[in-house]
């Protein structure tokens, strides 16, 4: 599937049937001919040239107006001056949408205030390029990007540091050469028919949860950063990833943190192809159904998270294949114990499936591995 929406594009939005699309709502439009930089627009507004905005200023447009649409008419709006970490593009202080153009080159592209009475904001066909943060959230807005492109930006989602509250709900958009394509505080990241290539770190979870749905993460220097915090609240709650593809990328964690530590990890019918590392997991709990891991530079291993009274990892690994990784295709760490059935071993260079202590659920097949077929459940050849 995430290989058929790269090569043929996902449907629009409302095609998929789970929200109305007002992508292209019929709103009366003000002309924005006299718009000028640092104005306050109070109602729809389509703008009709470029705006270049010093980056001294306060912001280059802000939105106060209670359902309101800022079409930039295929515009750009940038930042002119020196860089500058505190400029704003686009301050959302209360609005429906931004649509049809380009913002690029501020501290902060697009940015909901701590003010901000947008609880709910769309943000469809931008391309949002070269700032520090693409869009920021200081607010309890929940955002829902479509059709975007975020390009060149240090941190493509983030969010006032243990401030701001909400989702980010992505679809059908690009995510490509950001230092950070998205990052979850308090926050709930839903993305969908998206792909993120040639980023730094596609996602950091250090206090929220991510799901990945039908996207492809391909040629980033990492996958993802997961963290565990001592007895403090930033801890990624959840990673989630289904019918995905993550294919070719320099590692699936950074070297920084090597392990992806999270209270629950769960990926159903997805490819892990071509990684220049293996898959290193802590968790208290796993579902991993239906995936495939192939020609990685090390396999999947899974071991108890590192809590201050640890628990063994439990769960469910099922119907996985492991084809000729470097190192274990599988490797359970003791003291861990999640059930292992129907999964697939072959051409490893280590053990097919390597689980001391897990619980042996029947199924499993090896062979063909270089240091055998399984330690701990019992594999047939065939």
Not at 120 to 130: F, G, W
Not at 279 to 304: I, K, M, P, R, W
Not at 318 to 329: A, M, T, W, Y
Not at 331 to 341: F, G, K
Request: aromatic residues 8%.
């Amino acid at each position: 599937m995430a290989v058929i929406t790269l090569l043929t594009g996902a449907p629009d939005v409302q095609a998929r049937g789970t929200v109305p699309s007002d992508a292209d709502a019929k709103v009366t439009f003000a002309s924005g001919a006299a718009v000028r930089c640092g104005d306050t627009l109070t109602e729809h507004t389509r703008l009709t040239h470029d705006l270049s905005c010093p980056s001294s200023a306060p912001f280059a447009l802000r939105l106060d107006g209670e359902g309101i649409v800022l079409d930039l008419g295929g515009y750009t709006i940038r930042r002119t001056g020196p860089e500058n970490e505190d400029s704003q593009g686009i301050v959302v202080d209360n609005g429906r949408m931004v649509r049809n153009g380009t913002v690029q080159g501020f501290g902060r592209g697009i940015i909901t205030s701590s003010f901000s009475n947008a609880r709910n904001l769309r943000l469809h066909e931008l391309a949002i390029l070269d700032n520090h943060s693409a869009i920021y959230s200081q607010s309890e807005t929940n955002f829902l990007i479509t059709q975007c492109r975020l390009s060149g930006n240090a941190w493509g989602l983030s969010s006032e540091f243990s401030a701001s509250t909400g989702l980010f709900d992505v679809r059908n958009s690009i995510f490509t050469h950001n230092g950070t394509a998205m990052a979850a505080d308090f926050h709930h990241i839903d993305v969908i028919d998206s792909t993120f290539t040639s980023n730094g770190i596609v996602i950091n979870c250090f206090g929220g949860s991510f799901r990945i749905r039908e996207s492809t993460l391909a040629w980033n220097d990492a996958v993802g950063r997961m963290q565990l915090d001592f007895g403090g609240p930033y801890t990624c709650t959840e990673m989630r990833f289904e019918n995905s593809l993550l294919a070719n990328n320099a590692a699936f964690a950074p070297a920084i943190r090597p392990v992806w530590e999270t209270v629950r990890l769960v990926m159903i019918d997805t490819l892990a192809i071509s990684n220049g590392l293996g898959l290193q997991v802590a968790a208290e709990t796993v579902y991993l159904d239906g995936n495939t891991f192939h020609d990685n530079a090390g396999g999947l291993t899974l071991s108890d998270l590192a809590t201050a009274e640890p628990v063994p990892l439990t769960g469910i690994v099922r119907g996985n294949q492991f084809l000729r990784n470097d190192g274990d295709g599988l490797r359970v760490t003791p003291p861990s114990t999640p059930t292992v059935l129907d999964n697939v071993a072959l051409g490893n260079t280590g053990f097919g499936i390597y689980a001391p202590t897990a619980f042996d659920g029947g199924g499993n097949v090896a062979r063909d591995n270089a240091a055998g077929g399984c330690v701990g459940v019992i594999c047939s050849p065939y």
